[in-house]
Each structure stands twice: as structure tokens, then as C-alpha cells.
């Protein structure tokens, strides 16, 4: 069966590399994932290399009506309603659906501390303006173990996308309709539900700075009236400080340059930071609280 692809973001890029076979032709853009456009410029380099034509989103815009477009388009992290093609369009969602459908499915499942990740394949429907809703071809779970790096859940939800793929491209398997009455919706984010509270736990800090990093720019404080982001944290054994609610987000500590942050519960061990420019931060003073 040919297909095609339309891929973007880090989740686009695994997909392409984990394909054991060749699209006719991939579509993409940059997501904005990065600053540094990452993905996307590898997204070009794999097509390059494997000899595969590749068209920019506005490009593909203008003559997808003068090219063939073959039996399945299969669509990974893309952000625009595709009104066109319907019927060859397979949309691959990580959630196990009707959970989650929107927004950023696998970071809610991950702030959540889900038992699972999922992932659906489906075929959208024409003229509905319901996110995630349509036909379905496969849904899939699996159970995770915390903690988890955004990561290396990407990474498992993209091997369950490939495991889907496998079976439509040998498969002639026909979309189902499921039930979407108990359907739940996972919203969007912006930059405020990135900042830390550092009156939490610190196991439940930790796990949202490895909800929130790579591909991503990680989880964000504010050090020196300057927002930084926290790309690494360890947990440190326990230290009882007296009038502890007072306190939250100073340093206790350092070592080698590692911040020992004061938590609501626990204290948390900061590895790696980095400013707004993407500039290593060096901690050095122990007077310094993060808010």
C-alpha cells in the first residue's frame, strides 16, 4: 500500500526514522517546538537521505491538487485542520481515545501520574469540528513506571504508532466507530502552567520538570528576577527544617554548582538550568531563593 506522511516536531522525526517502509512523500513544517527548529531540520536531513521528496506545508498547499496522492496519508503531530482527502487521512493521537482528546494528551497523562499512555489511529470526519473524533482504526495502552522523562514517553507512544502503522499497511482493516460519550478533554497550556510551585512535593516537582523537558523547553522559575528553565533534578534524602511553609524554593546548599532546593516536602537537587538564551546557570550563592 502507498502512503504518504505528514509529520512534525520530535514525534514526527521518530516516527519517519522508525518506518519500515517508505512513504511517497512527506509533508512538514516547523512546529515551534524549538527555537532551534531541531526536528524539523532533521525531518529534511532524513528525507535527503533516503531520497524521499519532501514539501514545506505552504508549498504542499499550492499543488497537492496536481500531484498524486496515494491510498494513506498518515498524519503525527500535526496542528492545522486538514479539510481535504478525508477518506485517505489516518490521524495518529497519543491517547487512548475518547480519553484525553485536545491538547498535549501525553504531558496530562504525565502530570496526572496515568497508569498508562495510549495512543489511536482514526479517520476524521468531514465538516465536525470535534478535536480527535471520527472513525478508528487501532487503540493502544501502555503501562508506565515513574518517574518518566517526556521523552522516553514520546519515544514508547511513537513505538505504539509504529505497531498501528505495521498493521494498516498489511492489514485491510476498516475504521469502527467507538463510543465517545464518556469522552474526557485534556486543554491547552501555555507558559504559566510551566512555572514550578515549589510548595509541592518535591517527587511531584521533579516529575513535572521531566514532563516538561526535551523535546520541550523544560519547566520554569524565576532566579535573580530572571525566568529560567530546569532541565534536571535528583531527589535528596530528607532534611527537617523547622517553620518549613516560610521557606519554600531557598537554597539550602550546593554542590559542585547543584542547587539543593527546599520543598513543600522533600528537597530537590537542581542538575541542570538554563536561562532564557539557553545559557548554562551557574549557582554560586547559597542566599538565593527560587519563586
Known amino acids: 500500500?502507498?502512503?504518504?506522511?505528514?509529520?512534525?516536531?520530535?514525534?514526527?522525526?521518530?516516527?519517519?526514522?522508525?518506518?519500515?517502509?517508505?512513504?511517497?512523500?512527506?509533508?512538514?513544517?516547523?512546529?515551534?517546538?524549538?527555537?532551534?527548529?531541531?526536528?524539523?531540520?532533521?525531518?529534511?536531513?532524513?528525507?535527503k537521505e533516503k531520497n524521499i521528496i519532501l514539501y514545506n506545508k505552504k508549498e504542499f498547499s499550492t499543488i497537492q491538487n496536481k500531484i498524486s496522492i496515494p491510498e494513506k496519508i498518515l498524519v503525527i503531530g500535526w496542528q492545522y485542520l486538514i479539510k481535504q482527502d478525508l477518506k485517505k487521512i489516518i490521524v495518529f493521537h497519543d491517547s487512548y481515545l475518547p480519553e484525553r482528546r485536545g491538547f498535549a494528551p501525553t504531558i496530562s497523562a504525565l502530570a496526572e501520574q496515568s497508569e498508562y499512555l495510549g495512543a489511536t489511529c482514526f479517520t476524521p470526519f468531514?465538516?465536525?469540528?470535534?478535536?480527535?473524533?471520527?472513525?478508528?482504526?487501532?487503540?493502544?495502552?501502555r503501562k508506565i513506571s515513574y518517574p518518566i522523562t517526556l521523552q522516553q514517553a514520546f519515544d514508547q507512544v511513537i513505538e505504539l504508532y509504529l505497531e498501528m502503522t505495521n498493521l494498516i499497511l498489511e492489514e485491510n482493516k476498516k475504521p469502527e466507530m467507538i463510543d465517545f460519550s464518556n469522552s474526557t478533554f485534556s486543554i491547552w497550556r501555555d507558559a504559566e502552567d510551566s512555572r514550578i510551585n515549589w510548595s509541592e512535593d518535591s517527587e511531584k516537582i521533579q516529575q513535572k520538570i521531566f514532563s516538561l523537558g526535551f523535546p520541550y523547553a523544560g519547566a520554569t522559575t524565576s532566579?535573580?528576577?530572571?525566568?529560567?528553565?530546569?532541565?534536571?533534578a535528583e531527589l535528596i534524602d530528607e532534611v527537617n527544617f523547622v517553620d518549613r511553609e516560610n521557606?519554600?524554593?531557598?537554597?539550602?546548599?550546593?554542590?559542585?554548582?547543584?542547587?539543593?532546593?527546599?520543598?513543600?516536602?522533600?528537597?530537590?537537587?537542581?542538575?541542570?538550568?538554563?536561562?532564557?538564551?539557553?545559557?548554562?546557570?551557574?549557582?554560586?550563592?547559597?542566599?538565593?531563593k527560587l519563586k
Do not use: Q
Open 1 to 47: 500500500m502507498k502512503f504518504a506522511v505528514f509529520a512534525t516536531g520530535y514525534k514526527g522525526y521518530k516516527f519517519l526514522e522508525g518506518l519500515s517502509k517508505t512513504p511517497s512523500f512527506v509533508v512538514s513544517y516547523d512546529n515551534k517546538e524549538r527555537k532551534d527548529a531541531l526536528h524539523y531540520n532533521k525531518i529534511i536531513d532524513w528525507c
Open 126 to 141: 468531514k465538516n465536525c469540528d470535534e478535536p480527535d473524533y471520527g472513525k478508528v482504526y487501532y487503540r493502544k495502552k
Open 223 to 232: 532566579y535573580d528576577n530572571n525566568l529560567i528553565s530546569i532541565l534536571g
Open 247 to 288: 521557606h519554600y524554593g531557598k537554597i539550602w546548599k550546593l554542590e559542585d554548582n547543584c542547587p539543593y532546593i527546599l520543598c513543600g516536602k522533600g528537597i530537590l537537587k537542581i542538575t541542570k538550568a538554563v536561562s532564557s538564551t539557553g545559557e548554562v546557570i551557574i549557582f554560586n550563592k547559597i542566599r538565593k
